[in-house]
């Protein structure tokens, strides 16, 4: 069975300039999470989504984040504009209310 | 809210020894306790989780971790370190019913390093 597939895997971009980090989460998963990971702060939560619906944003660091779940099977997460402070990794996991979270195996950001 | 510290940023051992991660947890709930393993450039991964049945709970690859509530502990052992057991381990605290709805509160990290 297909993971939580990410796309792009890596991205180098410059400052002032639009990303946008792709997620496609476990076929028949309700619930979608995105995670921001450095070395300073660690894992942290963005934003989640259940049933495509978003819960609690309150982890978006500020107006220039934003994410969307138009579907069951795809959601989006965008940085305009982007700043070198933003680079991380960013994860993408899902579940099915089991406690469990499958994780992606993230995309690397780096702005210049 | 809930929290989660792990004691220990870097934790070396040699191969063949005893591994003990350490994990504090903080909630006014029975919490859901789960260990995360990432290893470089990839996601994490699920070692094994706690959710209010057996207190001493066996994972993947040898781990093991006990729930003690007296203590709020959820430390991770393993008895025989090998070197393929080197990467970061993540300790996690959910306080929903199967800790979908909520996601996971995450700890620190550790880093684990295998001396041979």
């Known amino acids: 069975d297909a993971g939580v597939i990410q796309s792009p895997r890596h991205e180098v971009t410059e400052m002032g300039q639009e990303v946008t980090l792709r997620c496609k989460p476990i076929?028949?998963?309700?619930?979608l999470f995105w995670y921001r990971q450095t070395m300073m702060r660690g894992l942290e939560l963005l934003i989640y989504?259940?049933?495509?619906?978003?819960?609690?944003d309150s982890g978006m660091p500020e107006d220039r984040f934003s994410a969307k779940m138009p579907n069951a099977s795809f959601s989006t997460l965008k940085i305009q504009p982007s700043e070198p402070r933003d680079s991380a990794v960013y994860f993408c996991?899902?579940?099915?209310?089991?406690?469990?979270?499958?994780f992606g195996e993230g995309s690397r950001l780096t702005v210049l | 809210a809930q929290s989660v510290t792990q004691l220990g940023s870097h934790v070396s051992v040699s191969e063949g020894a005893l591994v003990l991660l350490r994990c504090n947890y903080s909630?006014?709930?029975?919490?859901?306790l789960f260990w995360y393993v990432q290893y470089p450039n990839q996601g994490l991964q699920l070692l094994l989780k706690?959710?209010?049945?057996?207190?001493l709970v066996k994972g993947i690859n040898g781990f093991e971790a006990e729930f003690k509530k007296s203590e709020t502990s959820f430390h991770l052992t393993k008895p025989s370190a090998h070197m393929s057991d080197a990467a970061e381990y993540f300790c996690?605290?959910?306080?929903?019913?199967?800790?979908?709805?909520?996601?996971?509160?995450f700890g620190k990290g550790t880093h684990l390093i295998i001396q041979p």
């Open positions: 076929s028949g998963h309700n619930s």
């Open positions: 989504f259940n049933n495509n619906v978003p819960i609690d």
């Open positions: 706690y959710t209010s049945a057996a207190t």
């Open positions: 909630s006014s709930v029975p919490p859901y």
């Open positions: 996690a605290v959910s306080v929903k019913t199967g800790g979908g709805a909520d996601g996971l509160t």
């Open positions: 996991a899902s579940n099915q209310n089991t406690g469990e979270l499958f």
